[in-house]
């Protein structure tokens, strides 16, 4: 199976047996050195005799960092990066034996600090990866539940099973507190579902028989069985936690920054190391070895302190931990570029229906003309059958459209216009005046506020229903705090004028478009896309899918079930709260914000660890060690830490 979240459990799989084996190979190797410091040394067997010892169980813990460096110098032409740091670090501690045997040495022997250079930086690396797979596991956790079993009902047993192995038609039991673990069709039972896995907020709802579940919520009350429709890679579950695994794609600015950093940070770290080692001898003892020794030691502590690894490994680790915290509250960003972006965000463009209104229209007035009440409620019934926008699900509700489809010959949806369709034999028109107009349809204009749908049949006017919409709770609010935020807001609609303006007018929205064709919304965004500040475009149906698509920050509402606004968006948000996008850009501020902290952090104790390596005699090259792994680790607990940041 080759979906994102298989080859990302397959790729954690092969991380575990990496790290199994680099600690069996750390093992032998130290048990080597002891032999080596304990028994075969130097004062039993001779100087050689400790070297060959020492320098094997060096090779045994430390051939790979000299292979990556040489990979890195041949194939990226890279020849700084933190592998040759310590292999020049490693060579460095072994020649100071050449300055004589120092008796004031830890261990009384220089070898066995060499090797402790190349073992410490080993076992770093082991934890550094234990942490970051903890990190990206405590992440991935944090995105959604997935059940560990699923109760599967077969030849009327209840059988325990991985979810991963059910397939598609299977029947399975979810009982009260569990986890529902597949998405499926309620075949018995009901019960009250906990959303909030999904939508970042506490939410139940009732689910009855016949009703549709989704992998990853909770059942609260009640009893249910399920029929299984998609497979585990399928599920709802499974592709949130995908997309938040392939959000790594787009790197953020700071990342990028680090990667052009690091190239530049390490030759200067290697140049002040060796002008660290050779200016001073060469001014206040150039005959004297011990001054010689003391000064390669700077040298070489200052290459180890100066390993860059806390920042290339913090800084992504912070974007991909504020992803994680993103989708606790029901927010999916596609990448840490998106921060950047919402960061500097200067306008909001927003679509009307559906975003800043709830979408969920009543009709207020049927006006038929020259044909019966009935059929005029059937013919739009009909022709809004197969859409999925909010005005058709309000004229269609919850009848049966079985009896409607087995009449429709011929159907298409005009996005921006309306549907066109061949029913019971008549040809049908239904949607806005462009529709009308285009099919050179004459009509009589409404004089009403509100949305209007018109109806032709065989090219004569057949009267018109007038639908009301209403203000999302939400809307408001957030208009308000983006204001607050420097943040200015346009809405772009297909609505009429008067429909518009009422809205624009109490939300306090500073432009308003209407009566705009998907095109023509597209052009008015393009001309707001100056690239001084960034432009975020919200919108939850198919017409606002191009604009989604152009914008700095495409942000797509309602997104479970929108396969179209997860392709398109860069942003999705899984409910239909507005309100989410003044959160989004509270956590980006949080994560620009850690990850500062995780460069000047760390670059701040470095240089004060450097400062001592200098100052202080004999400075362990083994301390040294311990605090490039240490700030590391340090600067990734920072990183995951972001997880439990509250937004206010």
């Known amino acids: 199976m080759s979906t994102p979240v298989r080859k990302r459990e397959n790729s954690m799989s092969e991380e575990k047996k990496e790290i199994l084996i680099n600690s069996i190979r750390l093992a032998i190797a130290l048990i080597l050195a002891l032999l080596g410091l304990f028994y075969l040394n130097e004062t039993n067997f001779g100087v050689w005799v400790n070297f060959a010892v020492m320098a094997i169980a060096w090779l045994i813990v430390g051939y790979d960092i000299a292979y990556k460096a040489f990979q890195s110098l041949i194939k990226e032409k890279n020849p700084f990066d933190e592998n040759m740091l310590m292999l020049i670090a490693s060579i460095g501690a072994f020649c100071l034996r050449l300055f004589g045997k120092d008796e004031n040495e830890i261990f009384g022997n220089e070898f066995f600090e060499a090797f402790m250079v190349a073992f410490l930086f080993q076992l770093g690396d082991i934890f550094e990866d234990l942490a970051t797979d903890k990190s990206h596991e405590a992440i991935t956790n944090a995105v959604g539940l997935r059940a560990k079993r699923a109760s599967l009902l077969k030849d009327g ?10 397939s598609v038609g299977d029947e399975i039991l979810v009982k009260v507190g569990e986890i529902v673990p597949a998405d499926g069709v309620i075949l018995s039972g009901n019960g009250d579902i906990d959303m909030s896995s999904l939508t970042g907020e506490f939410n139940l709802v009732t689910k009855k028989e016949g009703g549709f579940v989704n992998s990853g919520t909770i059942l609260k009350s009640g009893s249910l069985q399920v029929r299984v429709n998609k ?3 399928d599920s709802t579950v499974s592709r949130i936690i995908a997309l938040v695994e392939e959000s790594n794609g787009a790197k953020s600015k700071a990342d990028k920054f680090i990667t052009k950093f690091a190239k530049i940070y390490t030759p200067i770290v290697v140049m002040i190391a060796l002008l660290m080692a050779i200016i ?4 206040i003892g150039m005959d004297n070895l011990e001054t010689w020794k003391e000064w390669i030691r700077i040298g070489v502590s200052i290459l180890v302190i100066s390993c860059p690894c806390a920042v290339v490994v913090s800084v992504p680790l912070a974007y991909f931990a504020g992803i994680g915290l993103a989708s606790k509250y029901g927010i999916i960003v596609k990448g840490g570029s998106y921060f950047d972006e919402l960061n500097r965000l200067g306008m909001l463009v ?9 979408g969920k229209f009543i009709v207020e007035e049927y006006h038929p003309v ?10 739009m019934i009909a022709a809004e059958s197969r859409s999925n926008h909010p005005i058709a699900k309000a004229i269609v509700g919850e009848r049966n459209l079985a009896p409607y489809s087995e009449k429709i010959s011929e159907y298409t949806e005009k996005a921006g216009y309306g549907e066109i369709l061949t029913y019971d034999g008549h040809k049908l ?6 529709l009308l107009k285009e099919n050179n349809v004459s009509f009589a204009k409404a004089d009403a506020v509100g949305t209007i749908v018109y109806l032709a049949m065989d090219g004569k006017y057949r009267g018109y229903l007038l639908l009301n919409d209403e203000i999302k709770e939400n809307s408001f609010k957030t208009i308000q705090a983006l204001h607050g935020m420097g943040v200015k807001s346009i809405m772009l609609t297909g609505d009429k004028k008067e429909n518009a303006s009422r809205v624009a007018s109490e939300l306090q929205i500073d432009e308003v478009h209407s009566e705009l064709l998907p095109e023509e919304k597209t052009a008015a965004l393009k001309e707001k896309l100056t690239g001084e500040k960034a432009v975020a475009y919200v919108g939850d149906g198919i017409n606002d899918a191009p604009s989604i ?8 509402m309602g997104g479970v079930g929108s396969d179209l606004a997860v392709e398109n968006a860069n942003i999705v948000i899984m409910n239909d709260d507005i309100s989410k996008i003044v959160t989004a850009k509270k956590i980006a501020k949080a994560t620009r914000n850690r990850a500062l902290f995780n460069v000047v952090a760390s670059l701040f104790i470095k240089l004060a660890i450097a400062v001592c390596s200098i100052l202080i005699p004999s400075f362990p090259l083994m301390i040294a060690v311990f605090a490039d792994t240490g700030v590391t680790l340090l600067m990734v607990a920072s990183s995951v830490s972001l997880l439990a940041y509250k937004v206010k």
């Open 157 to 166: 047993k209840i059988i325990s099973v991985d979810p991963k192995n059910l």
């Open 549 to 556: 698509a152009l914008a700095d920050v495409g942000i797509a």
């Open 280 to 283: 001073p001898p060469l001014c």
């Open 370 to 379: 020259g044909i019966p009440l009935e059929k005029f409620q059937e013919y």
């Open 231 to 233: 497979s585990y890679e």
């Open 429 to 434: 028109l239904a949607g806005n005046e462009k």
């Open 350 to 358: 927003t679509d009307k229906t559906g975003t800043l209104t709830y």
